[in-house]
C-alpha cells in the first residue's frame, strides 16, 4: 500500500513561482513512477508531469512544458514540482499519483494506482 500526500500549494500572483511535494510511503518508493496531475475549474483531471523511477525520463504537458520541473528525492521519498512563471490559467488542483506496478512514465490517468488528495494551486491575475 502506497500513501501520498501533498503540500505546498496556496495562492500566488500571475508570474509568481511554488513548488508543491509529495511525500510517499512505501519501502519500494525508488521504483515507483511518479505523476503530477491537476483538475482545473469545470474541467476534467488531467496530465502535467511524470518522472520514471530513475529521473531520467521526465514528459511534460505542452502547456506547462518550459516552466514547471518534475524531480524526485529518493532518500526522503518524495516528489517534486516546480512551477514558475504561473498563470490563471494554472489555477487547479494538483495530484500526486504513483505507479505501483510499472517504472516507466505515463500521462494516462489509469495508469496510476495511487493518488494523494490533492493541494490547491490558485493563480491571480
Known amino acids: 500500500q502506497v500513501q501520498l500526500v501533498e503540500s505546498g500549494g496556496g495562492l500566488v500572483q500571475a508570474g509568481g513561482s511554488l513548488r508543491l511535494s509529495c511525500a510517499a510511503s512505501?519501502?519500494?518508493?525508488?521504483?515507483?513512477?511518479m505523476g503530477w496531475f491537476r483538475q482545473r475549474p469545470g474541467k476534467e483531471r488531467e496530465f502535467v508531469a511524470a518522472?520514471?523511477?530513475?529521473?531520467?525520463?521526465?514528459p511534460y504537458a505542452d502547456s506547462v512544458k518550459g516552466r514547471f520541473t518534475i524531480s524526485r528525492d529518493t532518500a526522503k521519498n518524495t516528489v517534486y514540482l516546480q512551477m514558475n512563471n504561473l498563470k490563471p490559467e494554472d489555477t487547479a488542483v494538483y495530484y500526486c499519483?504513483?505507479?505501483?506496478?510499472?517504472?516507466?512514465?505515463?500521462?494516462?490517468?489509469?495508469?496510476?494506482?495511487?493518488w494523494g488528495q490533492g493541494t490547491q494551486v490558485t493563480v491571480s491575475s
Open positions: 512505501g519501502r519500494t518508493f525508488s521504483t515507483y513512477a
Open positions: 499519483a504513483a505507479r505501483g506496478y510499472d517504472t516507466d512514465t505515463s500521462s494516462a490517468l489509469r495508469d496510476y494506482d495511487y
Open positions: 518522472i520514471n523511477w530513475s529521473g531520467a525520463s521526465t
